[in-house]
Structure formats: C-alpha cells, structure tokens
C-alpha cells in the first residue's frame, strides 16, 4: 500500500476512487488492486478556512517480480 499524496498547509480528507476495484482505500492507504485508471479525489482545506476539490488521476501498471536465483542452473 501507498499512503495518499500531501500538500504542506493543506489538510486533504475524504478520499474516494472513482472506481475501487483498481485502486481502493483500506486503514488511510492506496491499495493497487489491478492494472487500469482510476480517478481519486479528496476534500482540501486550510487553517484559514479555503475549501477545494483535489482530483489525481491514478494509473497502475503491471510489475514483474522474479522469485529464486538462476545461479544454480548449468
């Protein structure tokens, strides 16, 4: 898991995905469940009162992970 983007002086609260079956929420993190884009989006506010809409657009790729050493073949 990835935890959510910050912006210095900006508190960003109620995260949402626009579609949770490739990236979803779970205990304050980003869980990558699956390759394709998906939208996040997180209310944003100030001490001084200001109050936005943040939008990230989220796109997962497929990693390869190799398990075991070649060294032992002939």
Do not use: C, H
């Amino acid at each position: 898991p990835q935890t959510f983007p910050t912006i210095a002086g900006v508190n960003l609260s109620n995260w949402q995905s626009s579609d949770p079956t490739i990236v979803s929420i779970e205990n304050n993190q980003l869980k990558a469940n699956k390759v394709g884009t998906t939208t996040l989006t997180a209310t944003a506010s100030t001490a001084a009162g200001g109050t936005a809409t943040l939008t990230v657009n989220v796109e997962v790729t497929p990693m390869w992970i190799t398990y075991g050493s070649r060294s032992n073949e002939r």
